[in-house]
């Protein structure tokens, strides 16, 4: 994996415990003064067992440090360090199951990277690909939504996703992107075999090269006034298909 980049912050409970059970380098955990909530009292105790310095500031200053939402604790890191995609496909071979892979093709909202993560997660993914440029990264805002899920699922950042996409596909990854215009209907597609899903960015969708480097592309059929989802859902859906089809070809 990659050298840490940069400090970072980890607001939020459940995402400081899970920095904490990961193992991850913390260089401190600031609490709000006052607040003594069951969550905070684990952090604290766990933090001092690992011999992480615990400080305490009042409710403004960690507003000021880390916005709303931070839930009386917020942890100093170091930005997670971003894997390879080889580390993906290994990811997937020492389960001895086929590779499923969420790319994102300049998804910008770090909340909606972390929120994708999170569900890849669930879904039972074993990483997520994103672009150097135009694309969120792994800050605390994307810690934060993904609740943990970023401790555990490996993401690679690469400079060319459409090469990467192509490369994939000489690997025997199927690779199929999501598309209101897209050539089948998500569940008349087979997605039990090794897999990459494309998602594309909030504004635009998928890039007209990503496309191309695309075996075919994947619809969500509209029955009402809208004509697409937000990311998310709709990644959501798609990833949520894949877990249907691959355990239902299991029997369970």
């Not at 690997?171 to 569940?187: F, S, T, Y």
């Amino acid at each position: 994996m990659a050298d840490n980049e940069r400090d970072d912050l980890i607001p939020g409970i459940h995402s400081v415990m899970a920095a904490l059970e990961a193992g991850r380098p913390l260089h401190r955990i600031i609490l709000q003064k006052g607040f003594r909530g069951q969550g905070q009292t684990r952090i604290r105790a766990r933090g001092r067992e690992l011999g992480i310095p615990v400080q305490e500031v009042d409710k403004k200053a960690l507003e000021a440090m880390a916005g709303k939402g931070h839930q009386g604790v917020v942890a100093v890191a170091a930005c997670l360090a971003y894997a390879t995609v080889e580390d993906i496909l290994a990811n997937a071979r020492n389960r001895e199951v086929d590779p499923l892979l969420l790319v994102l093709d300049e998804v910008q909202d770090p909340r909606n990277l972390g929120a994708l993560a999170r569900t890849a997660d669930a879904a039972g993914a074993h990483g997520i690909i994103l672009g150097k440029r135009r694309s969120a990264g792994l800050t605390g805002a994307a810690a934060k939504a993904a609740t943990g899920s970023l401790e555990r699922l490996p993401v690679a950042r690469v400079t060319n996703i459409s090469r990467v996409l192509a490369e994939l596909r000489e690997r025997g990854i199927w690779v199929v992107g999501l598309d209101p215009g897209g050539e089948k209907r998500l569940w008349d597609a087979d997605l039990k075999g090794p897999l990459a899903l494309v998602v594309g960015g909030e504004e635009k969708g998928l890039g007209r090269l990503v496309k191309e480097n695309c075996d075919f592309s994947l619809s969500l059929p509209m029955w009402g006034d809208i004509s697409s989802l937000n990311v998310t859902v709709a990644g959501a859906v798609a990833l949520y298909e894949v877990f249907r089809q691959r355990h239902a070809a299991k029997g369970r």
